[in-house]
């Protein structure tokens, strides 16, 4: 039967080409795409002045199991000052949270006369109170700053500890390139509601700190 004579049925008609010179136009709406893992919650930007960057139980809830900080050119006013990381379980009254971690680093100088791997112990935390370091020894040099990230798994819980994973890299003080892994866990059953970085001299005087959920 040819085509067109009373009878026909035609199910599909399959085009050999699309002709990229025509103009497409669609009108409507697209479903079934996941929506992106990551939420953007908060923005810490420096104004130059600030000796600590907080984040408390308005963005840090129990809507997200896990959270990623995002440290973006972080300047720092002093040569030789530290980052530091600390959590809290009662939004930001204090910053004192039981941690136990082990870091490494890498490095290499601008001169080529110092590169290594190696773990750093005394960078480790026992059951310490006290801040943890993520970086030392900065630079504050005009183009000297830190890149990298933190991760915060389920720090809500009521039942497990709440592990930390980071890892930066720095242009040093002393002019050399430096990468840092850090990993650890805070020793506390109580959910964390606030996170708070800090700098041991000086001032944050440049750059973002992001933080988001992801699903």
Do not use: W
């Amino acid at each position: 039967m040819a085509f067109g004579e009373v009878g026909t049925v035609l199910s599909k008609i399959k085009s050999p080409a699309i002709n990229l010179a025509d103009t497409f136009a669609f009108s409507g709406t697209v479903t079934g795409f996941p929506k992106t893992p990551y939420t953007l919650l908060s923005t810490f930007t420096s104004d130059g002045s600030d000796a600590n960057a907080t984040f408390n139980s308005s963005v840090i809830t129990d809507a997200f199991d896990e959270y990623l900080f995002i440290f973006n050119n972080l300047h720092f006013s002093a040569d030789v000052s530290t980052f530091t990381f600390n959590g809290s379980i009662d939004n930001g009254s204090n910053y004192n949270i039981a941690k136990t971690s082990t870091s490494f680093y890498a490095y290499h100088n601008e001169g080529d006369s110092h590169a290594a791997i190696e773990y750093v112990g005394a960078a480790d935390l026992a059951q310490s109170t006290g801040e943890q370091v993520l970086f030392e020894g900065l630079g504050g040099d005009a183009d000297q700053s830190l890149s990298g990230e933190m991760f915060l798994f389920n720090p809500s819980s009521t039942t497990f500890v709440k592990h930390y994973m980071y890892r930066a890299c720095n242009s040093q003080q002393s002019d050399q390139f430096r990468v840092a892994y850090k990993a650890g866990y805070c020793n506390v059953t109580a959910a964390i509601d606030g996170v708070k970085f800090s700098i041991s001299s000086g001032n944050i005087e440049a750059g973002t700190i992001k933080l988001y959920g992801i699903l």
